[in-house]
């Protein structure tokens, strides 16, 4: 149970985290304020975080009526809609961005709200998934420590990896860093469409389309090695050919956005 806890929960954790450390290298990038004021662009971290919590827990206290929604696909369905909702935040986000010197959606606080929004939305989604396992093994007392000390190291790694990420990319210089930041977002929109698609099949609002292959025997997903490639990459060991066309147009749409365009081409997120 310890080690199954540790699974589940950084699964949950590990894109949350990582995407959160890849916002607060963006800000840090970024010449202009993306916030009202100094205020918002230092508390925009802990709103988020206080948020998401929040959200988690009204999100996981309404599971039941919300898994009765649409024929009792309502869960399948809301996460799926989480997901389209990050990912047009994101685009947003790349097609708002603007030049050095320009008036900019960024500059008047539009960003800040994506950032809020994406992150509160992260936290709401993976921490629901949590407070329902774990209120499902609160009675069971002969497992109890097990898997609470399993989702405390899982919660440690996972917040941890974030921290990495955040420091190792800090420590390159700008051009480097932005250039990075912007391929993880526009893999985590992939990422996003690819669990999408696969909520929506599970919901049979989408056919499901042929399995492409399988690399479980190389890597399992349920490795510690696996949910951070999927997390980071979204790494599916068994990609279904509509998971593997919405990752690919996710991907796309953000690469031709214009911070994406500007961090590839001149490695400055405002212009040189």
């Known amino acids: ?17 990582l995407l959160l450390s890849l916002f607060l290298l963006l800000t840090a990038l970024q010449r ?11 508390a925009w971290v802990p709103l988020s975080i206080v948020l998401g ?6 999100f996981a206290a309404l599971t039941p009526v919300v898994s009765a929604w649409f024929d009792y696909v309502g869960q399948e369905v809301v996460n799926a809609a989480f997901q389209i909702v990050t990912i047009a935040l994101l685009l947003t986000l790349g097609y708002a961005w603007r030049g050095a010197g320009e008036a900019s959606f960024l500059a008047r606080g539009g960003g800040m709200i994506c950032l809020i929004v994406i992150v509160t939305l992260a ?11 774990t209120q499902g093994i609160m009675g069971q007392r002969e497992v109890l420590t097990s898997v609470l000390s399993g989702a405390t ?6 917040v941890s990896c974030g ?10 210089n700008d051009r480097r860093a932005l250039r990075v930041v912007a391929l993880l977002l526009a893999f985590f929109s992939g990422n996003m469409a690819m669990q999408a698609v696969l909520l929506l099949n ?7 389309t042929a399995e492409l292959w399988d690399s479980s025997a190389l890597l399992p997903e349920n490795t510690v090695l696996g949910q951070l490639l999927y997390a980071l990459i979204g790494y599916e060991a068994t990609p ?29 997120i405002q212009g040189e």
């Open 53 to 58: 919590v929040l959200g988690s827990w009204g």
């Open 1 to 17: 149970m310890f080690l199954n806890a540790v699974i589940l929960v950084l699964q949950e954790i590990l894109e949350a985290s």
């Open 240 to 268: 279904s050919l509509a998971q593997l066309l919405a990752y690919a147009l996710a991907c796309a749409a953000f690469m031709l956005t214009p911070l994406f365009r500007r961090a590839w081409a001149r490695g400055e």
């Open 153 to 158: 190291v899982a919660i440690g790694i996972g």
């Open 202 to 208: 599970q919901a049979d609002w989408l056919p499901y």
């Open 123 to 133: 936290i709401t989604r993976e921490g629901s998934e949590i407070i329902l396992y």
């Open 32 to 42: 202009e304020p993306l916030a009202l004021g100094a205020r918002w662009r230092a």
């Open 163 to 172: 921290v990495l990420l955040y420091y190792i990319l800090r420590n390159l």
